[in-house]
């Protein structure tokens, strides 16, 4: 088949260039390591430089695709490729640039934050193969494809947490992380087993034709789609699969936090929203009806509950980055709004919304965690009393958090702001006050943590004890970028949101 | 004559349900990591029978694709164990508790 890029036609696998640019940046990586397998510090900058422009590469011509209109309904419309098992429109470049952008900040960040580790080649290949599967998760459109990719980003995802293999705390993070994952896991393919059980087929397309709005069977159907979205509630860090993020987070290296709660979460959401919308829109009762198995109910259900289990628990750590973990829980269940408000009559809104919620989330709490990359640089501590005064040390470092903090509390000093206010607009839309004031009420209580590290690093006396010796360059340029990306994402809001308004239209 | 389809979600929900109550009540590692394997394979059964009963090869490819996932995941769990007995000097999944939850 053939499409139209830009005025050249070409064949359709070229839509899916941003995965290919991330698979070939991988074996790139494989290739340096075996020329030369015992790196210096050469080879280092090297493998690094490699997946930050493999990934930066990924993030461009997604986002080049995206404004060309690849894949959406003013140019070519969805592009099926296989036998519609992949398919790639308007909603699977968004993501791929999110997670583009999420994984080239990370690999920047990881040059200094690695230095003197070996298996540093293994380490990058890793992230780029996780990359990858998360991709392609965006453009997933068969329940087998489907688990595939999420296998493709789990499973190196689990060897990236437990990096660190000789400290206790990042065995123990990947134990965790591995165990919930393997059961969560198993959950999601006896859920596809069972919706394959009632509609006999795999492609999300016709296991909606199949089902229609009456089922044959409904019960079968009903315990299959609560295991299928039991299995997508581990990847995105969502109740009741939510109790291994602080213990992966704070266990693993600080850049592999900031990868697995940005990009992995949205990876888990696009599947999410793709799967729930186009298999089984008819019988979530989306088509008009009474609902024969009614998941936007258990999505809402899931949503509040996610939102006050993280929020609250976050309030009570001690921990900056356990807080900041228990906050990536929070902000999953803001973003199931966009599943939870679906049958609003702007539906095209409300999943927008939720979008634009990951695309900012992406830059604000990849920020936040290579910020505590860095104090695990400094090697400062891991408490609240411990940032007591850095800004006085780090002046820099410190604004870039208090901007990362206060636009992730939603505060109008970063994109946060203008998502969190889409997603109460949302609410309102489809007239669910719950889900509308519960995202007020979490976001006030958010305010207080968040603004508990700040007061730390601002008004707080240093107690003298710790001294910077070093700026490393790689990191701060991470965080500073991060920074300067969260900042503008609040004027460029108006510029971005109709490209995500458009591509989450073109599900219905 | 054959087996009604009903009969194989029985078996599979059975062997699911075992393979759960060894998650929950074990806490050795290696004996978590069958008692996962019993569950992808209780839906491997699902996808057989049911391909069969559609009388399409889809649900008997993907039981293919499941269970080299399952060799893969196992893979990293055997790894990540080996790390965790490196570290813990046990498998006991719950001596590795450093982090408060």
Same mark, same amino acid.
């Given at each position: ?508 | 004559?054959?087996? !009604? ?5 029985? =078996?599979? $929900?059975?062997? /699911?349900?075992? %393979? ?6 074990? &806490? ?11 569950? !992808? ?5 699902? =996808?057989? $029978?049911?391909? /069969?009963?559609? %009388? ?6 993907? &039981? ?23 570290? /813990? ?13």
């Amino acid at each position: 088949m053939v499409v139209e890029i830009g005025g050249f036609a070409v064949a359709d696998w070229v839509t899916l260039a941003p995965t290919l640019v991330l698979v070939a940046a991988s074996l790139l990586v494989f290739l340096i390591d075996t020329v030369e397998p015992r790196p210096g510090s050469s080879s280092n900058a090297v493998l690094a430089a490699v997946t930050t422009v493999g990934s930066l590469l990924a993030f461009l011509v997604a986002g080049y695709l995206l404004v060309v209109g690849v894949g959406q309904e003013r140019v070519t419309g969805p592009v099926s490729m296989f036998n519609g098992q992949l398919v790639v429109d308007g909603m699977s470049l968004f993501f791929v640039v999110i997670v583009g952008s999420v994984t080239a900040l990370v690999a920047l960040a990881s040059y200094d934050y690695l230095a003197g580790e070996a298996y540093q080649a293994e380490y990058y290949a890793l992230v780029l193969l996780a990359a990858t599967g998360m991709s392609l998760m965006a453009s997933a459109n068969s329940l087998a494809t489907a688990f595939v990719c999420l296998e493709l980003s789990s499973l190196p995802s689990y060897a990236l947490v437990a990096f660190y293999k000789d400290n206790r705390g990042s065995v123990e993070a990947s134990l965790k992380y591995f165990l919930v994952g393997a059961l969560s896991s198993s959950v999601l393919v006896y859920g596809i087993s069972l919706v394959y059980a009632a509609s006999g087929r795999l492609q999300f397309g016709a296991v909606a034709e199949q089902l229609g709005a009456r089922p044959e069977f409904a019960g079968v159907l009903g315990v299959g789609v609560v295991m299928v979205l039991l299995g997508f509630a581990f990847k995105t860090a969502s109740v009741p699969f939510h109790f291994w993020a602080p213990e992966a987070y704070e266990g693993a290296p600080a850049p592999v936090s900031a990868f697995l709660s940005s990009a992995s979460k949205a990876a888990g959401f696009v599947l999410a929203f793709r799967l729930f919308l186009t298999a089984f829109p008819e019988v979530g009762g989306l088509a008009g009806g009474d609902p024969a198995v009614d998941w936007v109910v258990a999505v809402q259900v899931l949503a509040v509950v996610t939102m006050f289990v993280g929020n609250f628990a976050a309030a009570t750590q001690e921990k900056v980055k356990r807080m900041l973990a228990y906050s990536s829980v929070g902000h999953a269940g803001y973003v199931l709004i966009g599943l939870a408000a679906i049958s609003a009559p702007d539906s095209g809104f409300v999943l927008g919304a939720s979008m634009m919620h990951l695309l900012v989330y992406g830059f604000m709490n990849t920020g936040a965690f290579l910020f505590v990359a860095l104090a695990e640089q400094w090697g400062i501590g891991r408490t609240f009393q411990d940032f007591n005064g850095l800004s006085t040390q780090a002046p820099l470092a410190c604004a870039a958090m208090t901007v990362f903090l206060f636009s992730l509390a939603g505060l109008p000093i970063g994109g946060g702001f203008i998502s969190k206010l889409y997603l109460l607009a949302a609410t309102a839309k489809a007239g669910t006050w719950l889900l509308g004031a519960a995202l007020i009420v979490n976001s006030a209580l958010s305010l207080y943590y968040y603004s508990r590290v700040v007061k730390a690093m601002w008004f707080e006396e240093p107690d003298g004890t710790v001294e910077i010796e070093s700026y490393p360059t790689s990191l701060y340029a991470a965080v500073v970028i991060a920074a300067v990306a969260t900042v503008v994402l609040l004027p460029a809001f108006g510029l971005l949101s109709p490209s995500a308004f458009n591509a989450a239209s073109g599900l219905f | 004559m054959a087996i !009604l389809s009903e009969f194989y979600l029985l =078996l599979s $929900a059975a062997v /699911f349900s075992i %393979g759960l109550y060894g998650i929950l009540t074990r &806490s050795n590692a290696l004996v978590f990591l069958m008692s996962v394997e019993l569950m !992808l394979n209780a839906a491997n059964i699902n =996808l057989v $029978a049911f391909s /069969f009963h559609y %009388g399409n090869v889809t649900g008997q490819v993907f &039981s293919l694709f499941t269970m080299a996932l399952a060799a893969a995941e196992v893979a990293i769990g055997i790894g990540i164990v080996l790390v965790l007995y490196r570290n /813990f000097e046990d498998i006991d999944v719950t001596k590795a508790a450093t982090m408060r939850w």
